[in-house]
């Protein structure tokens, strides 16, 4: 009785994760390799852990409606040494290594590294309440709550803040990393296909956080270059 | 307490007249725990009420998009107010309110070693909550969110009293917190019944000695960053500002230094309430309870080490952050065996399920849960994802209300017919529950795909169609559906008073002392105090009531017309003294009132009221320091003293040299924490210059020292002397102690107000005088109290058979005499030898 | 072999020399950073990652025996005493040990495969 009462918002909850993926917003439809690597860590964990809820609710269920045969201490014993070392030990130990195996190396592949062949694009992006300023170093050009990038490729945003913490934020193409007073941070993206993609505020940042957003928009190489053409001739 | 022959009688008449509170107003100079620990789980319960309150406006706020009945000043004020509320007025406080009220009941104690500390804790807590309740009502809330982080909580971006109510109120609140780990570790350590070693201590005991000292070393980070932060803002001294030589990451540092283990300390007493009440109605032994004595360590040590993991977005090398995320991910082994540990007693034992069993169950189900989006959070790269959305605002609250909220009911239900002598109603309970349960998963459990669809937390409002719109609804619907089943409960709670059956002896035939108990239990709770054989006192020995009731163990009465209680090996639990207790004293109010006068007064930034009132508490607490040991108020000599055991004024390793260490241990954090800070500073915050010149003279600083490695030496001596029987001289050698000790403070307070610092301007000179502050109280403290000491043994308080008082003092010195010595060698040694 | 009796204070040691070392290998890690960072492209292969290791298994070794010798001790109880409550101390403090060597080594692991800075 009570199980189904449980299962019911559970299942439901399933249904609609996995039909409801898309938005300007979710990290479930990623557009770029670190937003797809992070959005298949979380399919991975939730179908494990969903498994490992229900078997501890279960487990749980069974033992307290059990009448158990006989009091006999061995037994209770070997019961003790089952479960604990098994389910308190083992389960969590296995699955942290499993999880870490492949942490590990995702958290390694989205850091800033230095790349292989080619440079990555150099973007200054600085945080203001409450506004983001862009800026191209190569080129001079100079934005406000818009960058533009080329698809494919990797672009670095070096991210700076002009007075509080703040956070920079592309759910569908990558993790979040904050801009702080004082420091340089440097964040990769890289968008898979031209479009436009969304991006907030992720740091509580006073009261006009809620409407901290940008957009990212990503352009074929040559649509880039046309741009960053258009951009420096319309300057002057 | 039925048939006993009338000398019996009168004996009981005099220990209910020596324990019982003052009639009338006089109540509220009551220390007694029982009474104080249900003021403390009262208050909480008030807070409680608060705090949901203020999140059911945030919830209608949120259902539909772009709503406007909250601006976003406000919105900023509520999410504010509701974290911290729960968190400081609210969870911690009333847990700490349960250990104070129960722990003496379940080790066969009397009352806790420092019943004043107790009650002034809690006068602390109340008048703190006041102060920073009133905020809202002045709409003048703090409003940077419950961690409250740099810059934006700084002068410069909150220019109003917002968040000085919220660093000078938790600070003053977070004096009741340490007031409560101190006094819970020593009792658990020091008081326990005759015979009760620590592998016969109540498991309930387990978590709340690490809950205990968790607090010990786990609050003084954040009463040290909320001390800058507060200086930083009403004096300008650059600690967290980058311009200055600060950074604002330190504060985050020193936040979730406090902020993670603050989650255990919310979590493990709740897991206590578990492990108590799972074998009671498995009607079994718990299993495991060694495996369980191992996890609880496990888990009050690994939770310092996580605390990185609130900063993965900050920007830290991957390498730094990967030993967070695994040691992140290694406490849930401590917390896997705990629940395989109950599982496999409810499998081998025979499952009553009562109403606390249901709250129990949902406690399962919730937590669990919220563990498991615990461990995914602590994976670097997801967290980069999920960070600072409403994914963490879900995952929260099933960790914080699965592994708190739902025990604590469970307890409530539990522990309800000792407090009142009635059983609550199973089926008005139910309803309560399943409303609860229903609302709150409703609630959060889709607020998981919220978050992950990119909604970020604290946001105010958002746009409609980004796919937020009907999980947000119904995550409002299930938090009225929530709010249906508090009140449900609370009118179950409210009618049992009335209408609910009386209870039996011992209702759920539980195995813990605290059932040997009357109901509702007498300030003394025991009338004799029995003597401990087994984990299970009441399986084993049901005669255990009756005897207890009737004399027949040791101690019985108030003989000496004066509170007592047995004190034993912290170890084994042989009985060593006899701890005569204080009585009703109005000290507490009026040093916690003093301290609220500071508060209030640091809050409109009028110093000199802030003044008077440190003179007065000071001057509280003094006194209040004055009325112990042989003090006519206390246990003054006499001639028919008990001697096997003693009373421990006539002892030299007493409770009050216990509570003098555990105190160091978080004065110590403290310290240890400004060094992290200076090291922290110097070696990261982009703006740090060393001075050209040196700030203090090195001879200075040598003269100042030797005067207190002098002073300090005289009064080890002395004190060890006293302690080997020899009193001759002492009161002069305790006053050549003071003198030099005064000589130390005044040659360290001339260097400091020569020394050409300039706190306002550079981050180095700002930390350098907080050393100095902290150095120089502590030098007037401890020459203060020996001085004090040297009257008192002109007054015959100390003596040969009174050797207790200067032993208390002697780790104060060493102490003094270390942080002088190390603050000597980290701030002006080493950058000294490191940049010459 | 003659045992002493296990200091309750093994209860939290383990631990303790856990806490220290973690904050070693973090503060180390941290002061090698901001001091002299070593060249990216080294990978994992840096002095600053040898040191760490080396500070690891040294760490790791000694808590082993630390629980290794309060196991001998627990043993020792049993045939003296054969009471299964004086064991207490002596168990718990070896597992503590052996716990703290545990976590010693999983946090270490990240070591052998991160460039320490960035
Ligand atoms: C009783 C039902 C509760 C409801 C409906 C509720 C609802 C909420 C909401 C709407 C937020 C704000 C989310 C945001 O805008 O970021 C929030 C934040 C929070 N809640 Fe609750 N909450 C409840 C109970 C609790 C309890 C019992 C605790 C702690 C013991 C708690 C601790 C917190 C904390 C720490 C925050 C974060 C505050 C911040 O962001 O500064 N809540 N809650
Ligand atoms: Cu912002
Ligand atoms: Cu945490």
Redesign the pocket.
């Known amino acids: 009785m009570m199980f189904r009462r449980l299962a019911a918002p559970m299942l439901l909850g399933t249904l609609l994760g996995l039909a409801g993926c898309s938005g300007p917003l979710s990290t479930l439809d990623p557009a770029g390799p670190s937003a797809a690597t992070a959005a298949l860590l979380w399919w991975g964990m939730f179908a494990a852990f969903s498994l490992v809820w229900l078997a501890v609710v279960g487990l749980w269920l069974y033992a307290m409606f059990r009448q158990p045969a006989s009091d006999d201490p061995a037994r209770a014993r070997r019961i003790e040494k089952r479960w604990i070392i098994g389910g308190g030990v083992a389960l969590p130990v296995v699955s942290i290594t499993v999880l870490l195996a492949y942490g590990i190396p995702a958290g390694h592949s989205m850091l800033p590294l230095p790349l292989d062949k080619g440079e990555s694009l150099e973007i200054h992006v600085t945080a203001h309440q409450w506004y983001w300023e862009v800026m191209y170093p190569e080129s001079g050009i100079a934005l406000d709550d818009e960058l533009h990038i080329p698809a494919g490729k990797p672009v670095d945003v070096h991210l700076r803040s002009a007075d509080v913490i703040h956070s920079f934020w592309v759910p569908r193409l990558g993790g979040k990393l904050d801009a702080v007073p004082g420091r340089t941070n440097v964040q990769r993206l890289q968008a898979d296909e031209p479009g436009s993609y969304r991006g907030q505020c992720a740091e ?1 940042c006073g009261v006009g956080h809620a409407h901290m957003k940008f957009t990212v928009t990503a352009h074929t190489p040559e649509d880039f270059e046309a741009w960053k053409r258009q951009e420096t001739q319309g300057d002057d | 307490m039925t048939d006993r022959d009338p000398d019996f009688s009168d004996r009981v008449t005099r220990l209910e007249r020596v324990w019982a509170n003052l009639p009338g107003l006089g109540t509220l100079a009551a220390v007694n725990h029982t009474t104080v620990g249900l003021r403390f789980m009262v208050t909480g319960a008030a807070f ?1 009420l608060v ?2 309150l ?3 406006l ?2 209608t706020q ?1 259902a539909l998009p772009e709503q406007d009945i909250i601006s976003p000043e406000i ?1 900023g004020q ?3 107010m ?3 509320v ?2 400081f007025l ?2 911690i406080p009333i847990l700490e309110g349960l250990g104070l009220y129960m722990i003496p009941k379940l080790i066969g104690a009397r009352d806790l070693v420092f019943p004043r500390i107790s009650a002034f804790g809690y006068y602390c807590y109340l008048f703190g909550g006041l102060i920073i309740l009133s905020s809202l009502f002045l709409g003048i809330a703090p409003d940077a ?3 409250m982080y740099t810059p934006l909580s700084g002068e410069e971006f909150s220019p109003g009293p917002g968040s000085d109510f919220w660093l000078l109120g938790i600070t003053f609140v977070e004096i009741s917190a340490m007031a409560a780990g101190i006094e819970l570790t020593v009792s658990i350590l020091r008081e326990r019944a005759n015979g009760m070693s620590l592998s016969r201590m109540p498991l309930f005991c387990w978590y709340i000695l690490a809950m205990a000292l968790m607090i010990v070393f786990g609050f003084p980070p954040l009463i040290l960053a909320s001390v800058l932060l507060e200086v930083e803002r009403a004096a300008g001294l650059p600690f967290f500002d980058v311009a200055g030589g600060g950074d604002p990451v330190l504060w985050q540092h020193l936040f979730w230094l406090f902020g993670h283990p603050e989650v255990y300390i ?1 979590f493990l007493p709740a897991a206590g309430i578990v492990s108590t009440l799972i074998p009671v109605f498995a009607q079994r032994p718990i299993v495991g309870y060694r495996w369980i004595v191992l996890s609880i360590i496990l888990t009050g040590f690994i939770s310092f080490g996580l605390w990185v993991h609130h900063m993965f977005t900050v920007g830290i090398p991957l390498l730094a952050q990967a030993f967070f995320s695994v040691a992140s991910m290694l406490v849930a082994v401590p917390t896997g065996i705990q629940i395989f540990a109950w599982l496999a007693t409810l499998w081998t034992g025979r499952v009553i399920f009562s109403l606390p069993m249901l709250w129990i169950f949902g406690f399962l189900v919730v937590f669990v849960g919220g563990g498991l989006t615990g461990v995914m959070l602590a994976l670097v790269p997801f967290n980069w994802q999920v960070h600072d959305t ?1 994914f ?2 879900a995952h ?2 099933y960790v ?2 699965g592994g ?2 739902f025990p604590l009911m469970a307890g409530l239900y539990y522990w309800l017919p000792l407090l009142t002598g009635r059983m609550p109603s199973e089926s008005l309970g139910r309803l309560g529950f399943w409303l609860f349960f229903i ?2 998963n409703a ?2 459990l889709l607020m998981h795909l919220t978050g992950l669809r990119g909604m ?5 409002s958002y746009e409609a169609g980004l796919g937020w719109d009907w999980l947000n609804l119904l ?1 409002s619907v ?2 009225f559906i ?2 249906a089943g ?1 009140a449900v409960i609370i009118i179950d709670v409210i009618l049992h008073l009335r209408y609910g059956r009386r209870a039996p002896r011992n209702p759920w035939r539980a195995d813990t002392l605290e059932w040997a108990l009357d109901k509702p239990p007498p300030t003394y709770n025991f009338v004799s105090l029995p003597t401990f054989r087994t984990r299970h006192p009441l399986w084993e020995h049901p005669e255990l009531p009756e005897s207890i009731a009737s004399g027949q163990h040791a101690l019985a009465g108030a003989e000496h017309d004066r509170r007592e209680t047995y004190g034993s090996d912290a170890v084994t639990g042989k009985v060593r003294e006899v701890f005569h207790l204080p009585s009703n004293s109005w000290l507490p109010l009026l040093a916690a009132l003093s301290l609220a006068v500071v508060c209030v007064a640091l809050l409109v930034r009028t110093y000199d009221v802030a003044l008077v009132g440190v003179v007065a508490a000071a001057v509280f607490l003094l006194r209040w320091g004055w009325v112990n040991g042989a003090h006519p108020g206390m246990a003054p000599l006499s001639n028919d003293e008990p001697t096997d055991p003693p009373l421990h004024s006539r002892t030299t390793d007493g409770p009050g040299l216990w509570g003098m260490v555990v105190t160091l241990m978080a004065n110590g954090t403290l310290y240890l924490c400004l060094i992290f800070g200076w090291v922290y500073l110097w070696t990261v915050a982009p703006e740090w210059v060393f001075p050209e010149d040196p700030r203090l003279p090195l001879s200075g600083m040598l003269v100042s020292g030797g005067l207190l490695v002098i002073a300090a030496l005289l009064q080890h001596r002395a004190a060890k002397r006293l302690a080997a029987g020899n009193a001759a001289g002492l009161q002069a050698r305790l006053w050549q102690a003071a003198g030099l000790g005064a000589a130390h403070f005044a040659v360290l307070l001339w260097l400091t107000l020569e020394a050409p610092l300039e706190p306002t301007g550079n981050s180095h000179d700002a930390v350098l005088l907080m050393l100095l502050i902290y150095l120089l109280f502590h030098g007037a403290l401890a020459a203060l109290l020996t001085a004090m000491q040297a009257l008192r043994v002109a007054r015959g308080y100390i003596g040969v058979r009174l050797p207790y008082e200067p032993v208390v003092l002697r780790p104060l010195w060493i102490y003094t005499t270390g942080i002088f010595w190390l603050g000597v060698v980290i701030f002006i040694l080493l950058p000294a030898g490191w940049a010459p | 072999m003659r045992h002493r009796a296990v200091h309750p204070a093994h209860l939290v040691l383990g631990l303790v020399v856990w806490a220290v070392w973690f904050v070693a290998m973090y503060g180390g890690l941290s002061v090698a950073c901001a001091v002299a960072p070593p060249p990216v492209a080294d990978g994992a292969l840096t002095w600053v990652n040898g040191l760490l290791l080396l500070l690891t298994a040294f760490t790791a070794a000694a808590l082993l025996y630390a629980a290794w010798r309060c196991w001998l001790a627990a043993r020792a109880e049993d045939d003296v005493s054969g009471d299964a409550r004086s064991r207490f101390i002596p168990v718990v403090s070896a597992t503590v040990h052996l716990s703290a060597a545990m976590a010693v080594l999983a946090i270490g692991v990240p070591t052998i495969v991160l460039p320490p800075c960035p």
């Open positions: 509580y | 409680f705090g949901g203020l999140a059911m945030m919830r949120l919105y509520l999410f504010t509701h974290g911290t729960m968190m609210f969870a969110g419950w961690f919310i409403h963490v605002v929260l609250h914080l209300v708190m909220l609302g709150f609630t959060f970020p937390r604290r946001v105010y995550s299930g938090g929530l709010a508090v």
